[in-house]
DNA sequence: CGGTCCCCGGAAAGGGCTTTCCGAGAACGG
DNA sequence: CCGTTCTCGGAAAGCCCTTTCCGGGGACCG
């Protein structure tokens, strides 16, 4: 694996070719040291800054350095120093909105601490998000963040929490986004007041006869919008027993499929809530394939506020998350706390945003 | 740093303490091996699988290993193999769909082969993307795959481009996307023959009088694709010369921006082409914005065929870019491509996809 | 001018792993 | 039954760094 190398003052000088020096591989340390005259020690002091160097010595590693165009391996930083600068993320999806944005959070986040961040999507596969998580252990990354599990799978979940807590015994930080009860730091939106105050403007509106589109079931998120909407239609007078929820899986075409089905059922509701907004998004392709206008012949509202929303005719009336916000939020718990601190649990606010695809039922 | 540890063996059978093993820090090979009573070499061996260890040995270790959760550091293996297993991704922008497609597709290819990806993003910033370099190049990526750069600046290419040669001769692989002479790897949309047969299409629509939201000065693909778009022109006998051309920078507020100027300066082109889709949604925004109604009274065409167009009303007219084969392509050029081989250049298809923002003018 | 302290350079001991090298025993062939 | 070849364990050398530990000057003080 290692190719013979020569001391690269000593190759320079004599005549073995021509001046182009195709070397393969990275300079080390000990070449720096070795070109500017000093130890090993010496050198490692001048660039990690670790102690006070002399001038006429530090001077000439930095100019080594510089000529040999010397980089650190950062790998082996990491294990001598005993503790990486890498921050894991797991999320869902890249190409989710949702996702992506508080992906751009975390990242901001991680960033401004001059660390890099691993990415990795599990694609709703349970069995790649553990897997993940090992690698990311693997990996010692200093922070995990985890905004994928969408599983409602108890077996599964409970695995993680056991993969999480081998992960913290390890000495790492994780923090979860949307989830609980998993043992670690958490970000998780004010999903069941969002969705009642949603449900109360709606009815405010006028409406009475309701479809959710929702999520797994059993699914935190799912659930305590259902929960929330359930609660505002009920606090506003309207009779939540015979609310029509049909279970979908977040995804675009999920709720292109419960849109579906709901028109060929000929559902008498007047409004439609998606708990999530890529299935609203997907709902409204359906309607409009359907031939169903919305808001006039259907309203139609959903969560998160993605951005993608803002081009969408009519614009989607939505429960806004500061999806990047909590992103960044999720990378301070597990950044800024003190490992072996008990864990957190941050609740983010959610406003209702009313749009264009919300109005009074004809 | 390193907190006094104690054999686990020897440790567990003294009562000093409850049975609760609080440790922190992870569990080594050197534990694993005592464990189970044998080598390190010998646990090394079987957990790596570098050679064959007869079975009475073999089953210790790995249930030794299981016992004890034991999770390699990845960091440390790298550092001994001389190499590492993981690949670089700097982009511009998470939330640009643009970039999260190519990233989708980078990250597929490489989850397939086992890798993880360090993801960065430079949000414009050319500094920070020389930066994401260095740090890349310091952690040791076995391949670096950048889509960044949207500079037009000719000493940052330079600096990137010297950094690159820095990368290469130290071993590593990298593939750029949408960008040339670069000396590395390149994915290059055929982004002139795309916008070329965009604009006989539009002319073959009816129109005549075109204004075109381009992207900034001297950047080669929006150079390629107004360049490509005169020629459709030309060969449809539209003279090109008086083609209305607005500089922008490739953001959505960019797009607004140059078509809110277009409005007020009483543009009288019939068709408006956005160089790239992202424009192109500004653009539809402010044209909604100031009622000028698309396609009626101005038809508008993008490029790219990003994600949430299919969303938008109406539908837009776009040049199909097939981003996520796109970043796949350009992960396999970075790492199935024997290093010091002369650098390929891949083109990929455009493909005009006429949609519901463009009709024959009034 | 001797003693103490401090500054700074180098040798060497790690950090957690892989892999080479060696040697002991088993298997095998003649 | 002996020599050869294999197989497989362990010791130890490496991978590329960081950091501790020392020791040799100088500065500074009395």
Redesign the interface.
């Known amino acids: 694996?290692?190719t013979a190398r020569e001391s690269s003052t000593g190759r320079r000088s004599e005549q073995d070719g021509p001046t182009v020096v195709?070397?393969?591989?990275?300079?080390l340390l000990s070449e720096v040291a070795a070109h500017a005259g000093v130890s090993l020690a010496t050198a490692s002091r001048v660039l990690s800054g670790s102690r006070s160097v002399g001038e006429p010595h530090r001077g000439r590693v930095l100019a080594a350095a510089q000529e040999l165009?010397y980089?650190?391996?950062?790998?082996?930083q990491?294990?001598a120093?005993?503790?990486?600068n890498?921050v894991g993320?797991i999320i869902h999806?890249?190409?989710d909105?949702y996702f992506?944005?508080i992906?751009?959070g975390v990242?901001r986040e991680v960033?401004e601490r001059e660390l890099?961040?691993?990415?990795?999507?599990t694609h709703s596969d349970v069995d790649r998000e553990l897997e993940f998580v090992?690698?990311m252990?693997?990996?010692?990354v200093r922070a995990l963040i985890i905004c994928g599990s969408r599983t409602t799978d108890r077996a599964h979940t409970e695995r993680l929490v056991h993969e999480l807590e081998?992960y913290a015994?390890?000495?790492g930080q994780a923090a979860v986004i949307s989830q609980d009860r998993l043992g670690t730091h958490a970000v998780v939106p004010q999903n069941r007041t969002g969705a009642r105050e949603l449900a109360r403007e709606l009815v405010r509106l006028g409406h009475r006869r309701f479809a959710v589109l929702a999520g797994p079931r059993g699914l935190l998120a799912s659930r305590d919008r259902l929960t929330g909407f359930r609660e505002g239609l009920t606090a506003e007078g309207v009779d939540a027993a015979d609310l029509l929820v049909l279970h979908g899986d977040f995804t675009r075409e999920g709720g292109e499929q419960l849109a579906t089905r709901l028109v060929a059922d000929g559902s008498p509701a007047t409004c439609v809530f998606a708990v999530n907004d890529v299935m609203a998004?997907g709902a409204?392709?359906a309607f409009?394939a359907a031939g169903v206008r919305v808001p006039d012949d259907v309203s139609l509202a959903g969560f998160d506020d993605i951005?993608?929303l803002?081009?969408?005719?009519p614009s989607l009336t939505s429960v806004r998350l500061p999806l990047a916000e909590m992103g960044a939020r999720a990378a301070q718990l597990a950044l800024d706390t003190e490992?072996?601190t008990p864990s957190q649990t941050v609740k983010v606010d959610a406003e209702v945003v009313l749009r264009g695809s919300t109005r009074r039922p004809a």
Chains 1, 2 share one sequence.
């Open positions: 694996m290692t195709r070397r393969t591989g990275p300079v165009r980089t650190p391996n950062a790998q082996a990491a294990v120093r005993g503790a990486s890498v993320l999806d890249v190409l909105p992506s944005s992906a751009g990242m960033e890099v961040v691993f990415l990795a999507s090992q690698t252990r693997s990996h010692r081998g015994a390890a000495g998004l409204l392709a409009r951005a993608p803002r081009d969408v005719v490992p072996q």
